[in-house]
């Protein structure tokens, strides 16, 4: 089993923030691959399925992005799964718009979503789906930057990504996370 955690927060008023893109690829990854409907747990909102052979339980924590932890290791620990079972999805202030790269372990540098797991888990030894979304240009810039909705030019690019995410999740599911690569610059550059 895996477990997939798409980071941002809660509700209506964050939907289309640039923050909240890991609930985005969430999401997609639910629609397109017929995952159950949607369902309170673990401190959020829980769909499970299956990519090829393997059960994977999506997670939208509800406990606002700095405090992410609880709701992961919560999931992770109803399941007994240990860290390696974990990828987070996640923006990714350092990667130009509509860039995306995986990540096995490594530091939080400074994501306060993953600064969260990190304290819950006491480890890094878990993989990440870097996101870009790009940088405002100064750090006083960045808390309004990422609580704001993506522009509507972003609106195809990150429409190509979360396509491409949903594309690759059988691939990363089943522990290729090169097949997962190419199924995402498939969408965002086609042949």
């Known amino acids: 089993m895996k477990l997939f955690t798409g980071l941002g927060n809660p509700g ?3 939907a289309g923030n ?3 893109i890991g ?3 969430m999401d997609r990854i639910a629609v397109d691959h017929s995952f159950a409907p ?3 747990a673990f401190r959020g909102q829980v769909a499970e399925g299956r990519l090829g052979g393997v059960k994977v339980m999506l997670l939208k924590p509800e406990t606002f992005m700095n405090l992410s932890g609880g709701a992961v290791r919560a999931a ?4 007994t799964l240990g860290p390696e ?5 996640h923006d990714e202030l350092d990667l130009a718009p509509g860039k995306c790269r995986w990540k096995a372990g490594g530091g939080h540098a400074g994501h306060n979503g993953l600064r969260s797991i990190h304290q819950h888990l ?3 030894a878990y993989a990440r789906i870097r996101l870009g979304i790009g940088h405002p240009g100064h750090k006083d810039a960045v808390a309004g930057y990422v609580l704001h909705d993506f522009a509507k030019a972003d609106a195809d690019w990150l429409d190509d990504l979360l396509r491409g995410i949903s594309d690759g999740a059988g691939a ?3 522990d290729d996370p090169p097949r997962f690569m190419n199924a995402v610059a498939l969408r965002m550059a086609p042949p």
């Open 12 to 14: 209506p008023q964050y």
């Open 76 to 79: 992770l620990s109803f399941y």
């Open 38 to 40: 949607w369902r309170r």
């Open 85 to 89: 079972a974990l990828t987070v999805f």
């Open 122 to 124: 006491g480890t890094d």
């Open 18 to 20: 640039r923050h909240n």
């Open 172 to 174: 990363l599911a089943a």
């Open 23 to 25: 609930f985005m690829a």
